[in-house]
């Protein structure tokens, strides 16, 4: 198997609206805001776009192939979801070789928490903090996410499957 055989990207992106009241989670990382994401599992609209991005350079099914809104699936935390898809790719020998992503909100501000994000990320897709970023970005108060309706989160992910 030759290198490029070997390496595969994945793109994904994902959006949550907003609903009243705390706590809000971001790539497993709780913040201090008075509201949170709707959604079927915990709404973590960061991991659900980095996790889709790996599945997807993984050739393997989707999130809501692996997690269906099943009652066992209501309230989820994202975190062990993301455990949970890190295990299947070892499982498949396919190593993750770098991440990142994009967090779109116009509130709260994602920039300070950064490294937090990183090492969170790092943690739960089991690589290196050095081969995870993450950046925020406001839409400059245009459409529903600079409105502050929601969150929107892209990702990319790059994975190398195992073979001689
Ligand atoms: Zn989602």
Redesign the pocket.
């Known amino acids: 198997m030759t290198l490029s055989d070997k390496i595969s990207i994945g793109l994904s992106v994902?959006a949550?609206k907003f609903k009243p009241g705390g706590p809000l989670i971001i790539g497993g990382v709780e913040f201090d805001f008075d509201q949170s994401m709707e959604?079927h599992s915990d709404?973590d609209?960061l991991l659900?776009a980095v996790m889709d991005a790996v599945l997807s350079a993984a050739d393997l099914p989707d999130l809501g192939t692996l997690f269906p809104e099943t009652d066992e699936n209501a309230g989820r935390s994202s975190v062990d979801m993301a455990r949970e898809v890190t295990r299947q790719l070892k499982v498949q020998g396919i190593r993750i070789l770098s991440i990142d992503s994009v967090v779109l909100a116009q509130a709260p501000k994602i920039s300070p928490f950064r490294s937090q994000l990183r090492e969170s990320l790092a943690a739960c897709f089991d690589i290196s903090v050095s081969r995870v970023n993450v950046k925020g970005k406001t839409f400059d108060h245009m459409g529903p996410i600079g409105n502050a309706e929601g969150i929107e989160a892209r990702a990319v992910a790059l994975v190398e499957r195992a073979g001689a």
Do not use: I
Request: proline share 0%; charged share 15%.
């Open positions: 994902d949550h959604g709404g609209v659900h």
